[in-house]
């Protein structure tokens, strides 16, 4: 199997994140892995994707972070979409705004054109386009979500803030990782107008209902296939821990990662959450939660994974390369039955 991975940028990727742990997994399979910056995507006049790529062959490896290490050392080569098998879409939009604006869209615009070539793409590059905001959260059933306001309306927003008895969380309609999240409430209220306007800056400003078990973290849980990921009885998820005096549990906001136990509360929303992921074509999906309610959706590139797998001593990438290898398998078997949306979830 040949499989690329897209990555935001070569520089800015580290050895430890979870897109380079997939490709020592596939790597360590026998695999041909190659990652692909954003910058590095073009569209050839034959037609098809064709792109500057770093991959590695012929050594062996002990850890991830030593493969990813040599993997950037390499000098790019070329590869195109009629070498490939499989594009993987692992960069994350939202660290592009304000920075590259340019490279928020082009992943899921290429990734197009690669999955008219015959590479499987995931997640489904179509489903990706209309989720490339928060908003793609509001399309789940409101069983699963909290409270929430999207707006630019000052009006609108303080009215809601009065209705959530002056407590409530505002967030950027686009981004990740925490950036611009605030709590407001009695204390802060003096600010409103002005942390509506800071937000507003970026577009719309997300109004929502603050759930106090908030304060004791999140929990992440990977969904493959639309299906909670398990290796040995071990589920991928983990619990993220507020650090002191901070709203955020993001790990690279300061949140302290810890087990966490599946429950019966936790499974119903990823069985509710599952029919839209598997329409869309979502094949890998982190999804946060806060006490019986789901808090974010990622779709582009849900980290911790390897946190993960070092919290309960399995190895959660080789499973998801399974899946993976499974759907090659599964298209070479059905060549103009399956669809690519189809396929990434099956």
């Not at 590479?119 to 590059?125: D, E, G, R, Y």
């Given at each position: 199997m040949k499989i690329a991975f897209i990555i935001n940028d070569h520089n800015t990727e580290k050895p430890n994140y979870t897109?380079?742990?997939?490709?020592?997994?596939?790597?360590?399979?026998?695999?041909?892995?190659?990652?692909?910056?954003?910058g590095e995507l073009s569209y050839a006049s034959k037609g098809h994707l064709s792109v500057r790529c770093k991959t590695v062959t012929g050594k062996n490896f002990n850890t991830q972070e030593t493969f990813f290490k040599?993997?950037?050392k390499e000098e790019f080569s070329k590869v195109t979409s009629e070498e490939l098998d499989v594009l993987f879409l692992r960069n994350n939009p939202s660290?592009?705004?304000?920075?590259?604006?340019?490279?928020?869209?082009?992943?899921?615009?290429?990734?197009?054109?690669?999955?008219?070539?015959?590479?499987?793409?995931?997640?489904?590059?179509?489903?990706?386009?209309?989720?490339?905001?928060?908003?793609?959260?509001?399309?789940?059933?409101?069983?699963?979500?909290?409270?929430?306001?999207?707006?630019?309306?000052?009006?609108?927003?303080?009215?809601?803030?009065?209705e959530q008895k002056q407590k409530m969380i505002l967030k950027p309609l686009q981004g990740s990782g925490g950036a611009n999240v605030f709590m407001m409430d009695k204390k802060n209220a003096h600010n409103l107008s002005q942390?509506?306007?800071?937000?507003?800056?970026?577009?719309?400003?997300?109004?929502?209902?603050?759930?106090?078990d908030a304060k004791n973290g999140d929990t992440r849980l990977f969904l493959v296939n639309g299906e909670p990921l398990e290796v040995k009885g071990q589920y991928a998820m983990m619990k993220r821990v507020n650090a002191k005096g901070e709203i955020r549990s993001n790990i690279h906001a300061g949140g302290k990662p810890t087990k966490a136990v599946m429950t019966d509360e936790i499974m119903e929303l990823a069985d509710i959450v599952r029919p839209k992921l598997v329409q869309d074509g979502m094949f890998m999906v982190?999804?946060?939660?806060?006490?019986?309610?789901?808090?974010?959706?990622?779709?582009?590139?849900?980290?911790?994974?390897?946190?993960?797998?070092?919290?309960?001593?399995?190895?959660?990438?080789?499973?998801?390369?399974?899946?993976?290898?499974?759907?090659?398998?599964?298209?070479k078997m059905y060549p103009d039955y399956l669809y690519n949306s189809r396929l990434a979830t099956l």
């Open positions: 897109t380079p742990g997939l490709g020592y997994a596939a790597y360590k399979r026998g695999h041909d892995v190659y990652f692909i910056g954003v040599a993997v950037q660290d592009e705004i304000n920075e590259r604006d340019w490279a928020q869209n082009a992943a899921f615009i290429f990734g197009e054109i690669a999955m008219r070539n015959g590479v499987i793409v995931l997640n489904h590059p179509n489903s990706l386009a209309g989720a490339v905001n928060k908003m793609y959260f509001q399309h789940f059933p409101e069983i699963l979500r909290p409270k929430t306001v999207i707006s630019r309306d000052h009006n609108e927003i303080k009215a809601f803030f009065e942390t509506i306007d800071a937000i507003c800056r970026d577009g719309f400003v997300i109004a929502q209902e603050y759930l106090p982190g999804i946060d939660i806060v006490g019986n309610k789901l808090m974010e959706i990622n779709v582009f590139s849900p980290g911790g994974l390897n946190v993960m797998g070092q919290m309960y001593g399995v190895d959660f990438s080789s499973k998801v390369i399974d899946a993976i290898e499974k759907k090659v398998d599964y298209k």
